[in-house]
């Protein structure tokens, strides 16, 4: 037997996912010193280009909320009451005033208790109670009266009731009685430990139409009639003392008969019981004055709940927090459909980033960027690189600069490592021979395996041999230098890594003191606050890279915002000084020289307008036969890639101010302004 249901998952054909925009803004915040897992729980908060946000389901909830309070009050039973008992009076009277066969004496008498009435409604309620009504009109407004709080009081622990047991006779209130009598045995019996599962199916089968939720045990009847009982609890609670006792001394009335009281009084209690966990103590401030009956106010109580539950869950403040904890079902009754879809899909995307093997999580637990993630903002930072070297968006694409170098016009069998391109004829060639060979026929098609695959062979290209030397010290962070910094590096990476896989690159950081660093340990890098830019102890660690590799050109790049104030000394320990200490310039300038001798081509890239520092750096780049650039921030991985670039092409001039990064021609990259 099929089964179907309306469905709820939003726009079936809608696209899946983009894991892209997610992975980007998470690697930016991550650069800028995040950890991946509040830089995933940060994007899922502010959401994408088209995607909502938990803030902005946040504060949609907030809102409602504060329009439920702003618009109710809670007398809007004590108000139908009134206007029930003021109609009951005004027909009384017409009819007394009306009524010429009446003994004067009685009509006085009538006319003088209805006067005497006190002002509060539920004590006149209460005293006329043994009043025998000479209108038929105000005697049906007045057992309105009683029949509302009965309905109301109902409505307050089942909802629905109200409506339902509109113009119901003895009968159904005698269902109902006999309904709360078998429901608060059934609650004892189970508070007893003494119930069994046949005991609640016969109770469902003899009261079920009472409960359209439809539980399917025990616990679950319990769970619904204790959220409704506890928030008609918090309604009361809500209400103000003279609204609180006027109810209370109403509620004596319903039905004409204090029993049902007695028996909600008896349920709310054994559920209380078995339920503690509810809030039953708690209160909200309403401010409008749309009145809400008992019902209505109880339903808007629950609604409240909902939201602060939903709130919290949004909030994803506690611990362990994910976002399948979303209640859907809850947000979609009280936001909508589009509401649900959002969530639904955050979570989704929360998944597919766990799932995609873009996060990781290291042996101490936390999470942490994976090589794919890193590749893949490493592609979408050169992306933009290269747009900015180009200064045409999308007219041309890094992948140029992965040439292996001039075609020859031969081609030959594709291995494992190759980045030159196909030789497609070849390859389609080899393709067809290869079928034809088997007894096939290339009508239907062909299909390409390994062995059919061919490469366009070029020259030889020069290796080389990359130290990219980062500034690490704490102006780098507090100018607002430092993600620039990573993005640059990373930008770098991805493109050796990718496209020039036989160039030797080493990451340097220098701060204090100078470390070498894998790419993601550099992106992860938090801000360092020790002051000291150990310039020094940076081209000791690349001049050591660049002797590893002595059949490879050395290329040294130095991203710097400060002249250095730091060297190593003979024994290892670091020499600070600011300003800066004439020993420690000439180490730094002896570290220099040393790879001049290497045959190092040297780029400073020089961030910051103080004009003693644009001295400096010029005097190191000239003594080497460098360059310096000097890039704005948002230019500064255009800079640095172009500068590589030109090194490997053989290209000497660069504009000084970076005025002209170059761009790409039928040869390749090419450098000038």
Same mark, same amino acid.
């Given at each position: 037997?099929? @089964? ?139 057992? $309105? ?12 622990? %089942?909802?629905?009731?109200? $409506? ?27 508070? /007893? ?10 109770? *469902? ?50 039905? =004409? ?25 708690? &209160?909200?401030?309403? +401010?409008? +004055? $749309? ?27 506690? =611990? ?16 909508? !459909? ?49 747009? @900015? ?71 030889? @290209? ?22 620039? *910094? ?23 950081? %220098? ?81 220099? !020289? ?9 780029? %400073? ?24 650039? &000097? ?21 000497? &001039?660069?504009?000084?101010? %970076?005025? =002209? ?5 039928? /040869? ?6």
């Amino acid at each position: 037997m099929s @089964r179907y249901q309306r469905y709820s998952g939003g726009d079936p054909l809608a696209p899946p996912v983009d894991l892209a925009e997610a992975l980007e803004a998470i690697g930016e915040d991550v650069m800028a010193g995040y950890s991946p897992e509040r830089a995933m729980q940060e994007f899922l908060r502010r959401g994408g280009a088209e995607q909502s946000g938990l803030d902005d389901l946040a504060a949609r909830v907030a809102q409602k909320r504060q329009e439920l309070l702003q618009r109710h009050d809670l007398d809007g039973t004590l108000r139908e009451v009134k206007e029930l008992l003021d109609k009951a009076l005004l027909e009384e009277r017409k009819q007394l005033a009306r009524d010429i066969t009446m003994d004067d004496g009685d009509r006085a008498f009538r006319e003088l208790r209805l006067e005497s009435l006190p002002s509060s409604t539920s004590a006149a309620v209460s005293e006329l109670s043994s009043y025998d009504w000479t209108s038929s009109e105000a005697r049906e407004a007045y057992e $309105e009266i009683k029949d509302l709080l009965g309905r109301e009081l109902l409505d307050q622990r %089942f909802a629905g009731m109200k $409506e339902a047991l509109e113009g119901a006779g003895e009968e159904d209130r005698a269902a109902i009685s006999e309904m709360l009598g078998d429901l608060n045995e059934l609650l004892e019996k189970h508070a /007893r430990g003494e119930d069994t599962d046949q005991d609640f199916a016969d109770f *469902m089968d003899k009261h079920g139409d009472f409960f359209p939720e439809g539980p399917e045990n025990i616990d679950e009847l319990l769970d619904t009639l204790a959220q409704r009982s506890a928030a008609a609890q918090r309604m009361l609670n809500s209400m103000t003392p003279e609204q609180r006792e006027e109810l209370m001394q109403l509620s004596a009335q319903a039905f =004409g008969s204090p029993e049902l009281m007695e028996q909600l009084a008896r349920m709310d209690a054994n559920l209380q019981a078995l339920r503690p966990g509810e809030d039953w103590g708690g &209160s909200q401030r309403f +401010e409008g +004055e $749309e009145g809400l009956g008992l019902g209505d106010g109880t339903g808007v109580l629950q609604d409240l709940a909902d939201l602060d539950e939903l709130a919290e869950q949004l909030a994803q403040s506690y =611990g362990g927090a994910r976002l399948d904890d979303v209640d859907l079902d809850k947000l979609e009754r009280q936001l909508g !459909d589009q509401a649900a879809v959002d969530a639904r899909t955050l979570a989704e995307l929360e998944r597919a980033l766990r799932d995609s093997g873009y996060l990781r999580r290291s042996s101490e637990g936390d999470l942490r960027l994976s090589p794919k993630a890193m590749r893949q903002l490493g592609k979408s930072l050169l992306r933009d690189v290269a747009t @900015r070297l180009t200064g045409r968006q999308g007219q041309r694409d890094v992948r140029r600069a992965g040439a292996a170098g001039e075609l020859t016009g031969s081609s030959r069998a594709w291995e494992f490592g190759d980045t030159e391109p196909w030789d497609v004829t070849r390859t389609v060639t080899n393709a067809v021979v290869r079928t034809a060979a088997g007894g096939g026929s290339a009508r239907g098609g062909v299909r390409l395996e390994l062995e059919d695959l061919e490469v366009a062979e070029t020259e030889a @290209r020069t290796q080389a041999c990359v130290a990219l030397l980062v500034d690490t010290s704490f102006s780098m962070a507090m100018d607002g230098r430092w993600v620039p *910094m990573k993005r640059t590096a990373l930008a770098l990476h991805q493109l050796i890594s990718s496209r020039f896989r036989g160039d030797a690159l080493q990451l340097i950081a %220098f701060g204090r003191h100078a470390q070498v660093m894998e790419i993601e340990e550099l992106t992860g890098l938090d801000a360092r606050w020790a002051k000291g830019t150990n310039l020094h102890h940076g081209l000791l660690l690349a001049n050591r890279h660049f002797r590893k590799h002595p059949s490879a050109q050395p290329v040294l790049l130095v991203v710097t915002d400060g002249e250095p104030t730091a060297h190593l000394e003979s024994d290892g320990e670091v020499w600070f000084s600011y300003p800066p200490h004439p020993l420690t310039i000439a180490n730094t300038v002896r570290e220099l !020289d040393a790879s001049r001798r290497l045959g190092a081509q040297t780029t %400073f890239f020089r961030l910051g307008e103080d004009p003693g520092l644009a001295r400096f750096i010029d005097s190191m780049a000239r003594r080497v036969d460098g360059r310096m650039v &000097s890039p704005e921030l948002d230019d500064l991985g255009a800079a640095v890639v172009g500068s590589y670039l030109g090194s490997r092409s053989g290209e000497s &001039s660069y504009g000084e101010q %970076f005025g =002209g990064y170059g761009g790409w021609g039928d /040869r390749g990259f090419w450098v000038g302004g």
